[in-house]
């Protein structure tokens, strides 16, 4: 019983969170903030980390982050526009 309950405690989170990044990916789809194109940081590609957005060049304070992220696992995150 106890590992059953340890195995939804970790699993209920995790899905909840992937939701909440769909949402938000969904926003940002349709809303740009700015007037630049507003930049997600991604892990691998496909795991939606951050947004960036609000700053007069969205694509440059992204590409600083990754490049300190990518210190530590390089080549593991990447920016990719969240709308255009």
């Known amino acids: ?10 699993i209920w989170p995790a899905t909840t969170f992937a939701a909440d990044a769909e949402v938000l990916k969904s926003f940002f789809h349709e809303n740009k903030i700015g ?3 507003d930049y997600g940081v ?3 590609g496909k795991d939606y980390i951050i947004s960036v957005h609000g700053f007069d060049k ?3 304070v992204c590409l600083e982050i990754i490049e300190m992220l990518n210190k530590k696992q390089s ?4 920016c990719k526009p969240l709308n255009h």
Do not use: C, W
Request: avoid cysteine; aromatic fraction near 14%.
């Open 58 to 60: 969205d694509l440059d």
């Open 75 to 78: 080549n593991t995150y990447s």
């Open 1 to 10: 019983m106890r590992d059953t309950l340890l195995i939804i405690g970790l």
């Open 42 to 44: 991604f892990k691998k």
């Open 35 to 37: 007037y630049s194109a």
